[in-house]
């Protein structure tokens, strides 16, 4: 009997009720009484950026694609731009994810909402190609090529069309990150080390299940879909599109080689497959390697005592062809095309600010507080992450080799035709070379409509 596939819709609701409870959850005082601390620091050392700040009050309203935690880490960047620009009032209203698009579209055909939203990457891009989002390369090209030159390169491919226009920049990152357990593959394993490649993860793996562990590994962020092949896929050279999103290039031979080691994690290991699988067996020691996202990092540093040098968070090993790849989210930051001229003037300065050491400290220690995360796209700032030393290495590294989603026109709706052919294979047991040529097709067309 063919087993049911996961819909998008049942995949977003386990991921968000299983991200949320990650947020909500308190804090230890170590990190509330160093978050008090720098944030006296910060009101003295705010850089002085020359921006125009306007001469009568004026109010930027932002609407924040999130929860509560994301709303207030940017109220504490906009207190802090309001020291230098004393006349300017940041407001920030969260909107759910499930929100963001239907009540964005509302406001760019009413004219009338937020002056600055953030949102899903490439939201950034389909907003803007409806007419809804400044370009800031056009209006503000100074501005653009300061960020841009302090964005990774992959993230900042992702949040530009072909065609080069500039409709958001990446506020925050969430980065696809590799778990284990040292303390097993030390004693299980014999290992000091994490595994450096593909082939010695999965002789890891096999040596891990010979010993007793049935699903010695959990892919939690990207279970059976996109973003669970998508590391694979682009370390070993493949791609969904060509770089100008003209075609297809997803039926290859490396989208098949990467397809065949991320469904044995399944079919060989027996990874779980409900929808948002639990990190239970990895705490309690059952499974030993764990693909999620950063946001477990704050969680076992301040809530899992009995785990402390006992795991570590890690970059992606390196596929047959050398090279590493993980996959990195996130949300852009963009102004509307209805603000008004000096609120798109004065949101552009903000926006520069947001990537300033003073404002991303802020967002890290606010975050940090609410046992959260905030990642800037930008490799200088890493030392600012109040996490331990080699955590913030692991993070670092990670950062060095994403990438964000594809750019091209149809993504959002064509990727469950790879969500599709991934289910088909580790659930139904499809044929992978023919799920291949299906997904591609889906893709294709998709492109072309």
Same mark, same amino acid.
């Given at each position: 009997m063919k087993r049911a596939l996961l819909t998008r /819709? &049942? !995949? #977003? /609701? *386990?991921?968000?009720? *299983? #991200?949320? *409870? #990650?947020?909500? @959850?308190?804090? @230890?005082p170590k990190v509330v009484e160093k978050v008090v601390k720098e944030t006296v620091v910060q009101q003295q050392e705010v850089e002085k950026l020359v921006t125009p700040s306007p001469a009568s009050p004026l109010t930027i309203k932002v609407w924040t694609t999130g929860g =509560? #935690?994301? @709303? &207030? $880490? $940017?109220? &504490?960047?906009? =207190?802090? !731009?309001r020291l230098s620009n004393p006349n300017v009032t940041i407001q920030a209203e969260p909107i759910s994810w499930n929100d963001s698009a239907s009540k964005t579209l509302a406001a760019v055909a009413a004219r009338e909402g937020p002056d600055v939203i953030t949102c899903g990457m490439g939201w950034g891009i389909e907003l803007g190609r409806q007419g809804g989002m400044v370009d800031l390369k056009e209006s503000y090209p100074d501005i653009t090529l300061e960020i841009k030159e302090r964005t990774i390169p992959g993230i900042w491919n992702a949040i530009v069309p072909p065609s080069g226009e500039v409709y958001a920049v990446e506020w925050q990152s969430t980065l696809q990150m590799m778990y284990y357990r040292t303390d097993l593959l030390k004693e299980l394993c014999g290992r000091e080390t994490p595994p450096d490649t593909w082939d010695d993860l999965t002789a890891v793996l096999a040596q891990l299940q010979a010993v007793g562990k049935t699903s010695p590994i959990i892919v939690q962020w990207g279970n059976l879909n996109w973003m669970g092949l998508f590391m694979f896929l682009y370390a070993q050279g493949g791609r969904f599109y060509d770089e100008q999103c003209s075609g297809v290039v997803f039926d290859s031979a490396e989208t098949r080689t990467a397809m065949k080691y991320f469904t044995d994690f399944y079919l060989k290991f027996s990874a779980p497959t409900d929808g948002w699988p639990d990190a239970v067996p990895f705490v309690m020691g059952d499974a030993a390697v764990m693909v999620t996202g950063n946001w477990m990092i704050p969680e076992w540093e301040l809530t899992k005592p009995e785990l402390a040098e006992k795991w570590m968070a890690s970059s992606f090993p390196k596929a047959p062809s050398g090279t590493r790849a993980t996959f990195t989210g996130g949300t852009v930051v963009g102004i509307m095309s209805y603000a008004k001229p000096e609120v798109r003037d004065t949101a552009a300065h903000f926006i520069r600010f947001l990537y300033t050491p003073e404002a991303v400290r802020a967002e890290m220690n606010y975050a940090a507080a609410q046992k959260s995360m905030f990642i800037p796209p930008s490799p200088e700032f890493m030392d600012l992450m109040p996490v331990s030393e080699v955590n913030k290495q692991a993070i670092r590294s990670t950062l060095a080799d994403a990438f964000g989603p594809p750019n091209c026109k149809g993504w959002d709706q064509s990727s469950q035709h790879v969500d599709r052919a991934i289910q088909e294979v580790v659930l139904n047991g499809a044929d992978l070379d023919q799920a291949v040529k299906d997904a591609a097709a889906g893709l294709q067309a998709g492109l072309g409509a």
């Open positions: /819709r &049942q !995949f #977003v /609701r *386990s991921v968000a009720l *299983s #991200v949320g *409870s #990650v947020i909500a @959850a308190g804090c @230890a =509560d #935690v994301e @709303a &207030q $880490m $940017m109220l &504490q960047a906009g =207190d802090l !731009f």
